[in-house]
């Protein structure tokens, strides 16, 4: 690239660009001349590029810099995120384990209401009788 530069600031003389402008124009079709302008113009074109080349670089450069200096932050927020998830998880697993517990006491409770609703205690003895329709319609077949 120093080198490309060095010969753009030789050639990028105005009286040399223009002298070779003229000439090329003025139809002296001088093959060297005509070699030495397109050269020139190779050049201009090579060190446009070059140049955006490096503002690319530097930009990515930059952008990897800004990352290299967010990334213990991040991790450290997942880090964080993790931990609570874990106790998230303990946390509902318990829970869990709580509402078991809670549908085995309403389950008993249940079976207790259920057991009462039968309870004479004037000495009657009341019988349930389940799906009577069913037990009807086989008798009478």
Sequence with gaps: MKVIHQ???????????NGLSR?????DCNPATAQLQELYEMLHILSGGIETLNDDQ???????????????TLTEI????????????????GMKHNQDIL????????????DLQYISY??????????VKEKISKFNN
């Design 122 to 131: 004037d000495g009657t003895l009341v019988w349930k009788i389940t799906n």
């Design 78 to 93: 997942l880090s964080k995120v993790k931990l609570s998830i874990e106790e998230s998880n303990a946390c509902l697993e």
């Design 103 to 114: 549908n085995q006491d309403l389950t008993s409770l249940q079976e207790k209401i259920n």
């Design 23 to 27: 000439i090329a124009t003025a139809g």
């Design 58 to 72: 530097q930009r990515l450069s930059n952008e990897s810099l800004r990352i290299q200096a967010a990334l213990p």
């Design 7 to 17: 010969i753009l600031l030789q050639l990028n003389d105005n009286q040399t660009y």
